[in-house]
């Protein structure tokens, strides 16, 4: 018996590693990582794929800064039946429609409003196991309505590597009243933007324009000893009244540039080299000198 019971137990481990291998890297999404800004209006597909297991649930999530995730849509075939269910306040509203057959499950949203500006995951579950593909992040503007807040970022610029920066991001909130929130992003083009710092709900860097409700407020984000992996673009991000506004973003290009120590160091080996061809030349000469003395 505990011979059965140890088999039965490496049988299941077994099973649930080999589940999680194949579960890992089936999803996939050539906007996975990606930051799609689009006009209230428009209409969006966000794209997933499912070609290495029919027979895994598929779910769309939607996450919005500050709050919890939200459960979109199911999906899941079997024996050529296709089974789809919304949930939650999706269950219906009609602008949220899956195209979803084997090997796919994508995600249309029509007539977007900014309300729709959140970060979308793709999610699969295989035998137990909830794995998410990279989350895709939507961001809805709105040029005729009133924003809630403008943002301004830095110029883009090239730094020298083990320097320092600040980048700065200038709020102009409008009237809507409560506080606001500033996050700060990092794209650096091979992994999925990522969250880096927040300043939460401080409003302490404004300052009230005379005979307005308009707020100004700088938000800092100092960055030191920079090295190669500080490389790409930031984006400021403000939270308020339930919409989401981005920045155009401040790419950070890090060049390197010769200090006064390479340059004395490059100087030296120069020296070097030539002073060791001069010895060699010298030593040849005394070589060959002596060579013709003595046959002479």
Request: hydrophobic letters at 35%; glycine letters at 6%; aromatic letters at 12%.
């Amino acid at each position: 018996m505990p011979s059965l019971k140890l088999f039965f137990c490496l049988m299941c481990l077994f099973t649930g590693e080999k589940a999680k291998e194949r579960n890992v890297n089936f999803l996939s999404s050539p906007q996975a990582g990606k930051y799609l800004a689009v006009n209230v209006g428009d209409n969006v597909t966000l794209q997933c794929s499912n070609e290495d297991n029919d027979s895994a649930w598929l779910f769309w999530y939607k996450n919005i800064l500050g709050e919890k995730p939200k459960l979109i849509s199911s999906f899941y075939m079997y024996d050529l039946n296709i089974f789809i269910t919304f949930y939650n306040e999706f269950r219906e509203n009609k602008r949220f429609k899956l195209e979803s057959k084997e090997g796919k499950n994508d995600l249309h949203i029509l007539h977007l409003n900014v309300s729709d500006s959140a970060t979308y995951y793709c999610a699969s579950s295989y035998t137990f196991v909830l794995s998410f593909a990279e989350g895709i992040i939507l961001s809805v503007r709105d040029s005729d309505s009133n924003v809630p807040a403008l943002v301004h970022q830095s110029v883009s610029g090239s730094i020298q590597l083990g320097g320092s920066v600040t980048l700065n991001c200038t709020v102009q909130t409008g009237t809507c009243d409560g506080q606001h929130s500033v996050y700060w992003f990092k794209d650096s083009g091979e992994a999925r933007p990522g969250l880096i710092y927040t300043h939460g709900d401080r409003n302490d860097q404004c300052e009230r324009k005379p005979d307005t409700q308009t707020h100004t407020c700088v938000y800092n984000l100092p960055l030191q000893s920079l090295n190669a992996s500080h490389a790409g673009t930031y984006y400021c991000a403000v939270a308020s009244c339930g919409h989401i506004v981005f920045g155009n973003g401040t790419e950070l290009d890090l060049k390197y540039q010769d200090s006064h120590l390479v340059n004395v160091l490059r100087s030296a080996l120069l020296f070097t080299s030539l002073l060791s061809v001069l010895l060699a030349f010298l030593v040849c000469k005394v070589m060959n000198k002596h060579l013709w003395g003595n046959k002479h």
